[in-house]
């Protein structure tokens, strides 16, 4: 299992490094870097879902990639239209990962509430 590998240790590092390099570049120039913070919030917790290690903190960096994706949607609709449900996507294979059901429960439920549950607007990430 690559959890156990060095490689999956070196992957979260990796990935979490990235992370917050970006976070001080949109520190620093929010207009310009916000759009590659949430990209980078959303790989760290995939690589980490993948590798089944820091699942706390994919769940956080995957709830911020969401948050950070649905302002961006709203200002661009045109360039991120589609990014909050990705994003989301990846916090509930996040919180699979987790075994959080009812948490998931939830989700879904407010997911279909807004209308976001069909198959051309909710995308499960490969895992």
């Known amino acids: 299992m690559l959890s156990e590998t060095a490689p999956g240790r070196e992957a979260v590092a990796a990935a979490r490094e990235a992370v917050a390099i970006w976070r001080a570049l949109a520190g620093a120039s929010p207009a310009a870097h916000r759009a590659d913070l949430a990209h980078s919030l959303r790989s760290y917790a995939m690589v980490c879902v993948r590798c ?54 939830l989700i879904r439920q407010n997911l279909q509430r807004a209308g976001l549950t069909g198959s051309d607007r909710l995308h499960r990430p490969p895992v």
């Open 52 to 105: 089944r290690r820091d699942l706390s903190a994919a769940r956080d960096a995957a709830m911020e990639s969401a948050i950070e994706y649905q302002r961006l949607a709203i200002l661009h609709p045109e360039a991120f239209g589609e990014q909050p449900s990705a994003a989301t996507a990846t916090l509930i294979a996040v919180m699979e990962a987790m075994g959080k059901p009812a948490i998931l429960s």
